[in-house]
């Protein structure tokens, strides 16, 4: 069976800081992988997601951005914290195809606070 | 702006009784429709799965889709306490995304 694992499990940083979040996956080979973040009363919002190592797709433009070094791990990272980056960090995969049921599957989150 | 509406709630039902859940959608090129179930601070956890008009059962949970009215709701039948969460509905078209709504917070009462 497929687990998804994501670390830490939770983080406070300070404005300006660096920031590096891990997501990895067993069980599958090139799944699709996600990063959401799910911001306090905010509904979850897709930041970037991955077919394939090396290939990132961002949907909204922001300071953070995402790395696929392995088939089965996903990075977020920023080179400075805003308060704005505040939340709870989701990462999710998916199968590799692009059929109709393509369900996401939600890691268990970091959260992340910026002071 | 493709928008997936929720009522936030709280839904208040006693235990034992059916929990009606419902969302809209305004993206007609929609495809796929998930229902999540989030406990708080926890991450969202996959219900069930609908992709065609009419309903789908899967033990206390009933997904039901009406792609012409846009709309999809989600019944839980005997609902139980543990079934306190936010539920939240996400839709798909044929892009990588899914699209949320801010959810509905349930409480079941005992």
């Known amino acids: 069976s497929q687990t998804i694992h994501q670390w830490p499990a939770t983080l406070v940083q300070p404005v300006g800081s660096p920031l590096s979040l891990e997501c990895t996956v067993e069980?599958?080979?090139?799944?699709?992988l996600y990063w959401y973040r799910q911001a306090a009363g905010r509904g979850l919002q897709l930041l970037f997601y991955?077919?394939?190592?090396?290939?990132i797709s961002s949907e909204v433009p922001q300071n953070l951005s995402a790395s696929r070094p392995q088939d089965r791990q996903f990075i977020l990272s920023s080179k400075k914290l805003l308060l704005s980056d505040s939340g709870f960090y989701l990462c999710?995969?998916?199968?590799?195809?692009?059929?109709?049921?393509?369900?996401?599957?939600f890691g268990p989150g970091t959260r992340l606070t910026v002071l | 702006q493709k928008e997936v509406e929720q009522n936030s709630g709280p839904l208040s039902v006693p235990e034992g009784a059916i929990a009606s859940l419902n969302c809209t959608y305004s993206?007609?090129?929609?495809?796929?429709f998930f229902w999540y179930r989030q406990y708080s601070g926890k991450s969202p956890e996959l219900i069930m799965s609908?992709?065609?008009?009419g309903d789908k059962e899967d033990g206390r949970f009933t997904a039901q889709l009406n792609k012409a009215s846009q709309y999809v709701s989600l019944l839980i039948r005997d609902s139980q306490p543990s079934d306190s969460a936010t539920y939240l509905c996400?839709?798909?078209?044929?892009?990588?995304?899914?699209?949320f709504g801010k959810g509905t917070s349930l409480l079941v009462t005992p």
């Open positions: 999710a995969w998916s199968t590799p195809w692009r059929e109709l049921g393509d369900t996401q599957y």
């Open positions: 069980g599958t080979s090139n799944p699709n």
């Open positions: 991955s077919v394939g190592i090396g290939q």
């Open positions: 993206d007609r090129g929609s495809q796929s």
């Open positions: 609908i992709y065609s008009n």
């Open positions: 996400a839709v798909k078209n044929s892009g990588y995304a899914l699209n």
